[in-house]
């Protein structure tokens, strides 16, 4: 095929889109369902390519041609077919209406047509045309009218009864083809029966009708996948008991179909994991290379547990989980600032989940994943991050292309030294299958018991028969090929495999089995993997814990590096029956070594493993004095151990330079206890002290010298345990973890805890928010950049200066702590603070005014909130929607003042609380003539009012229309709206 090319060298010469499309519609069959999903509206396509075949049009694309048919991309939506050129239908020209509905000369359109999930968009406009426009009553009387019409005005018209036996004709072939689906909605699973399982996570399958759209599991819709037309399987979450499951479903237009619904209940015998032990960010993009490449990942490390997110949410994402939302076992869950932008980055099949709002902070966030507790209604932390662009988080995920990446799932993710960022130039990935599930096991069927010899590499098993994969006995279809039959009878069967490397590659090993019931897998004589299967000693008597039905494709499973090695490869697998007269058993396994595309970036799947170091030791520093102003100098820092044994500090080293990270040794015999505290003073010429965890550094922090270091030697490697900015630090201030050992909440606290447990219980501070704008157009220009920009101010009404440094700002009650004053930042005694709320908290500079990293919100108003540095809020003032150039704030000299809209604006000065001015409400009724409007409210005598008027509500810029001073405690203004004065505002001006 040849496109040919524009002259205008304009976007009409960019086919990178449609080669995407290509690519999509022919992607390997277990990309298939998702890379065309990710791009293409295939419902849409489905009713374009159905109306065609309905009325018999052969004429074009997706039946008998390769033309007549045009397609479009939005440019933030998926691809769109148009229905062209339909000349030939309804018996005039067209193909008969007995015609196959499949017919069609283009072999990738005719895999939609038989692909599972995309037929079932297919049948269902099938069954939108019979039970609508192919409606006979409609049919004979819409042709009786149109045709009456052509012989009242002399047009010699065909008698329409043929187009009205065409139509009769081709309903009633369709509905016999719609009749050969399932009719009915039912859980097939254990013959529909409630059943048991140890798993929290059960596959369960059933039929549908074509009609149905989406399917809802207790009115929620789950993922489904579609084995048939009819014929669905998902899998479904469970909670500790019993859990009742009612199906039902949705048509196309998201209605309830009712009389169609299913309900079985499956009891979960086992104990509902803690997702905290589990859920972990993963990966971190927050500064890409490329716009809208941002991006968030969850990945759950349990490979039995699955969970439920419903109700969880993303501080710092500011994102909600929607009900539904489920996280597989060994799963990953991605959330992206543009879905389709990252989708078009990433391996087909790999899906983003859904989009976060706004951006990732280029500088560095708290990202904290929370649960709510339903019954207490109070925050469980799950996970919680706080990355930065500063050292010693690694510098290359900082705007040159990779992302963060946690080395290993398992390590804790609030340490720097547990990330990486790949380096270098990007580099192909490959995905080679090592392992299919077509190849070939020798095969022990004989029941008889082998003990443990037998996963021995060196094991002698001649005598076993062989047979390709899939090992089955099964009379279901099977997502892979069925090749060798097995017997019924034993409750384990044996299998054993080779595969033979020249080396160990790089990247991770990928694990998918096809498994009827449960198996232990062992690799070169070492287990590597059970599903299905109870903890503890396996024997030849053991039962699966877990009934499958059809089995189906499970994994990817992770199997580390470590369990291969360079030249012949043992692979030995028992599956085990849940009861001995189970009915069918399958075994089929594929191994694939995995490497990424590049290093730089890995949403959706395992990270790219570069080496790092092992978890580091759980040492922290744990708080900070630094007073450089005191002679001499008296700054001191606070090591703790979160271990329950004692922990020795030889070989661990502080500095004050990340080019020398070994300056001061700790002592032999440096001890900390169990959840202990020592502390290092850190001065130039250390004077000499007493016993004790009480240490003394040569170390000096200042702002030459802006970092403090723990680090200590791993595998011949020197590892930053831990490490702080001075830049974060108050002087003569205490700041550190609370609780203990959590970096994440570094605070400044109110008082030192020096060896002991820290503590930042606030005292009452007299400073609260005054005063606000919104929307401010002429009132101040922000001097940082001349734009004018949201404000709003706190006051301090004590007797003394306030450090505010570590205290918060916000304007999300659920999220205090979303902004932190700077270090350095007072406010004086009966002084205001201004501050600007305008999204720009790098123009921040020492002694200058603080920006904030939000806006405030004039349309439909907002919060804001003040709050200490553990996050307790100590004053929170929601406002409603404001005009331009209007403020608001507390009438008088203490926080329990009544809020109202002040006369003047008074910006970074204490307000005026004398005769506040109450925010005037208007009411509007019919004028004298029928063009005009009565506005009234209620008006302060001698106070100067203006009304101002705009086109449209959401508009920055108004028109004044008529100022007036108040004269009683009612007034009223006429005015005559027309094109440009359609919405009014009220304000008091001086």
């Not at 207790?218 to 008991?241: C, F, H, K, Q, Y």
């Not at 443990?452 to 099977?478: K, R």
Request: hydrophobic content about 35%; aromatic content about 10%; glycine content about 8%.
């Amino acid at each position: 095929m040849v496109w040919e090319k524009r002259p205008n060298g304009g976007f009409e010469n960019d086919y990178s889109k449609l080669m995407e499309l290509v690519q999509a519609l022919n992607s390997s069959a277990s990309a298939y369902t998702d890379a065309v999903d990710q791009i293409v509206d295939v419902d849409q396509w489905m009713r374009v390519f159905a109306t065609r075949h309905i009325v018999g049009d052969w004429d074009g694309y997706g039946y008998n041609r390769g033309k007549n048919q045009s397609a479009y991309k939005p440019v933030d939506g998926k691809w769109k077919m148009l229905l062209w050129d339909l000349d030939f239908s309804l018996g005039g020209g067209s193909d008969g209406p007995t015609t196959s509905m499949y017919n069609c000369d283009d072999p990738t359109i005719s895999r939609m047509y038989q692909h599972p999930p995309f037929q079932r968009a297919y049948l269902r406009a099938w069954q939108d045309a019979v039970d609508g426009p192919l409606n006979l009553p409609a049919i004979r009387q819409q042709t009786s009218k149109v045709h009456g019409s052509f012989v009242r005005n002399g047009i010699n018209a065909a008698n329409p009864g043929a187009i009205v036996s065409w139509v009769t004709s081709r309903r009633n072939y369709l509905e016999s083809e719609l009749n050969s689906y399932a009719k009915v909605l039912t859980v097939t699973s254990n013959s529909g029966a409630d059943f048991s399982s140890t798993s929290n996570f059960v596959a369960l399958q059933g039929t549908a009708p074509v009609k149905i759209k989406t399917l809802l599991f207790n009115g929620i819709p789950m993922p489904v996948e579609w084995s048939a037309s009819d014929r669905w399987r998902t899998s479904i979450p469970l909670v500790s008991g019993a859990n009742p499951i009612v199906i039902t479903g949705l048509d196309s237009y998201g209605n309830p179909i009712p009389d169609l619904s299913d309900t079985v209940t499956i009891t979960y015998t086992g104990t509902s994991g803690n997702p905290a032990d589990f859920l972990t960010i993963n990966e971190i993009h927050y500064n890409p290379l490329e716009p809208d490449l941002g991006f968030v990942e969850l990945h759950n490390r349990s490979t039995t547990q699955a969970f439920i997110l419903d109700g969880f949410r993303f501080d710092g994402l500011g994102y909600t989980f929607p009900a539904g939302s489920t996280i597989q076992p060994g799963g990953f869950l991605v959330l992206a600032s543009n879905p389709g932008v990252l989708s078009s980055k990433m391996p087909k099949g790999i899906t983003v989940f859904d989009q976060f709002p706004g951006n990732l902070s280029n500088r560095g966030e708290v990202l904290t994943l929370i649960q709510s507790d339903p019954i207490s209604g109070s925050d469980i932390i799950i996970d919680q991050v706080e990355y930065s662009d500063a050292f010693p988080w690694p510098a290359a995920a900082d705007g040159t292309g990779p992302s963060l990446q946690l080395i290993d799932p398992s390590y804790d993710n609030r340490r720097p030294s547990h990330w990486f960022a790949a380096e270098g130039p990007s580099t192909p990935g490959t995905n080679k299958v090592l392992m299919d599930f077509e190849h070939p096991w020798k095969y022990n069927q004989s029941g008889n018991n082998l003990g443990v010899t037998w996963i021995n590499p060196g094991y002698n098993d001649n005598a076993w028969p062989q047979g390709n994969g899939l090992l089955y006995l099964e009379s279901a279809a099977l997502p892979a090929t069925k090749s060798t039959p097995l017997t019924g009878g034993p409750l384990t069967f044996y299998f054993r495999a080779s595969m033979t490397l020249d080396s160990v590659p790089s990247g991770e090993f990928i694990l998918n089995t096809i498994l009827d019931d449960g198996a232990v897998i062992y690799i070169n004589g070492t287990e590597a993997l059970r599903l299905g299967m109870p903890t503890g000693v396996i024997t030849s008597e053991t039962t699966a814990q877990r009934t499958v039905g059809d089995a189906s494709i499970e994994g990817p499973f992770i199997i580390p590096s470590r369990f291969f090695k360079q030249g012949a490869n043992s692979i030995a697998v028992e599956v085990h029956q849940v009861n001995a007269t189970s009915s069918d058993v399958v075994w089929g396994m594929r191994l694939q070594n995995q490497t990424l595309p590049t290093q730089s970036f890995s949403p959706g799947q395992p990270n790219s493993g570069t080496p790092g170091p092992m978890p580091l030791p759980p040492v922290w520093i744990n708080e900070i004095f630094v007073d450089t102003a005191s002679t001499p100098d008296t700054s001191w820092v606070e090591i703790y151990h979160a271990g329950e044994s004692q922990f020795n500090l030889s070989g661990f080293h502080l500095s004050d330079d990340p080019a020398q990270l070994d300056k001061w040794a700790f002592p032999e015999g440096a001890i900390l206890g169990p959840m202990g505290f020592g502390v290092v003073n850190l001065n130039q010429n250390p004077p000499p002290v007493g016993p004790g965890r009480i240490w003394n550094a040569n170390l000096s922090l200042s702002s030459s010298r802006p970092h403090l270091i723990l680090s200590y030697v791993q595998s011949e490697e020197r590892v930053i345990v831990d490490a702080i900015r001075l830049e974060n630090i108050p002087n003569a201030k205490s700041y550190g973890c609370y609780p203990d050992g959590n970096p994440v909440q570094r605070l400044v606290m109110l008082s030192s805890t020096f060896n002991s447990p820290n503590s930042i219980e606030s005292s009452e501070i007299p400073v609260f928010i005054s005063e606000w704008m919104a929307l401010n157009n002429s009132t101040i220009q922000d001097p940082a950049d001349g734009q004018y920009e949201d404000w709003f101010e706190l006051v301090n009404t004590g007797s003394e200066s306030i450090d505010l440094s570590g205290f918060h700002l916000s304007d999300d009650p659920a999220n205090p702590r979303k902004f932190a004053i700077p270090t350095g930042v007072r406010i004086l005694a009966g002084q205001a603070l201004l501050i600007f709320a305008d999204s720009q908290p790098e123009q921040f500079a020492a002694g200058g005014l603080v920006h904030t990293n939000f806006r405030l919100g004039s349309t439909n108003g907002e919060s804001i909130v003040f709050a200490d540095p553990s996050g307790n809020i100590l004053d929170l003032v929601n406002f409603p929607p404001m005009a331009a150039d209007v403020s608001m704030g507390r009438t008088g000299n203490t926080q329990d003042s009544p809020i109202a809209q002040l006369p003047i604006p008074t910006p970074g000065t204490l307000n005026n609380p004398e005769n506040p001015v109450p925010s005037p409400r208007i009411q509007v009724s019919k004028g004298l003539t029928p063009d005009t409007l009565t506005l009234t409210w209620a008006s302060v005598p001698s106070v100067n009012y203006q009304l101002l008027a705009s086109s449209q509500i959401l508009n920055p810029s108004w028109t004044a229309v008529e100022s007036i001073k108040a004269s009683s405690e009612s007034t009223s203004l006429t005015v005559t709206p027309t094109a440009q004065i359609q919405f009014f505002i009220l304000k008091v001006t001086p």
